[in-house]
């Protein structure tokens, strides 16, 4: 059995508009990469030359693994490497990346060969140390790739391959966000809904999943409209409103908030001018004195060992 891997996840979206805690697509902007190594003395040691936390409870690829290793009755000692590729904080699945990375990593490293929800469940236990709460959002789309929708109770997920031309641009502001960030905008949203708006936001998130079964971007796009999270957690954003003004004007079919936010993200194809989409995205943001980091990107792949 080998006794060192090397696992990189990708960035994800959560949301897409109208799927609050429900969709996911991971997307290939950012990697995290995460190296697992068997160790003789015992415990959890966490390696990084990031700002993360180094304590295995508050740390989300530590956590995941002092899970499974609790589940799996594995007494080794491991040594978990962390290399942070996602920005932490700003709505591309950062703890998920590392929590799936660290998921798939133990599957291969002990064989496990744990199904595609069991996996997802581990790496939902990392999410709990960021975001206080557990959503499967992010580590689903981070461990299985493409499209993801997310049932809970019980949990099951449904992934669907994104069409090949789908592109997303994603403007990710250079702001100082919260330390809790997730529980911060989570706490922002309604407690109560009105029925006209559930009916709206679910009539584009079928739209969604059907653009997606159709391999269709502008159906994607175009039902990229949230009326109930959206508008709660803007005020958390500054230029938001300007940011997907432009963006809309640009040529983008939708825009909206990424995860919690605060990356702004605008659904397009391969054919749209998606650099003009970028500098109108960095322009909204200029508006509100702030500046942005631009990426165009793809769908990605779900969590894969490195062979290097
Ligand atoms: N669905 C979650 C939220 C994603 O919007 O709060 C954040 O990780």
Excluded: W
């Amino acid at each position: 059995m080998a006794s060192k891997i090397t696992v990189k996840a990708p960035s994800s979206t959560a949301n897409l508009g109208p799927g609050f805690d429900v969709f996911g697509l991971a997307v290939n902007a950012f990697f995290d990469e995460v190296t697992l190594t068997k160790k003789r003395q015992k415990g959890i040691t966490i390696l990084t030359e990031d700002d993360i936390p180094t304590n295995p409870e508050n740390n989300t690829a530590g956590l995941v693994i002092k899970n499974m290793m609790k589940e799996f009755k594995i007494k080794d000692g491991i040594e978990i490497k962390i290399k942070k590729g996602v920005p932490a904080g700003f709505g591309m699945g950062s703890s998920a990346a590392s929590a799936a990375a660290a998921v798939v990593g133990f599957d291969k490293l002990y064989r496990l060969k744990l199904d595609e929800k069991l996996l997802v469940e581990f790496a939902g236990f990392g999410e709990k140390a960021s975001a206080g709460s557990i959503h499967y959002d992010n580590v689903a789309a981070s461990v299985l790739g493409g499209f993801v929708i997310v049932k809970t109770n019980p949990l099951s997920i449904v992934k669907v391959e994104p069409p090949t031309n789908l592109r997303m641009c994603i403007a990710v502001p250079k702001l100082q966000v919260p330390k809790k960030k997730t529980k911060v905008s989570r706490g922002v949203i309604p407690k109560k809904i009105n029925f006209i708006d559930s009916v709206l936001n679910l009539s584009n998130a079928a739209t969604i999943v059907a653009g997606f079964m159709k391999k269709d971007p502008e159906l994607i796009g175009s039902s990229i409209k949230d009326v109930i999270v959206e508008p709660a957690r803007q005020h958390l954003i500054p230029g938001f409103a300007k940011v997907k003004e432009n963006a809309l004007k640009a040529g983008a079919l939708g825009v909206t908030i990424s995860g919690a936010g605060p990356s702004i993200i605008a659904f397009s194809n391969s054919s749209a001018d998606l650099k003009k989409i970028c500098v109108a995205m960095t322009k909204g943001f200029s508006v509100a004195n702030t500046k942005c980091l631009t990426i165009i990107c793809k769908s990605s792949k779900g969590a894969i060992q490195k062979i290097k």
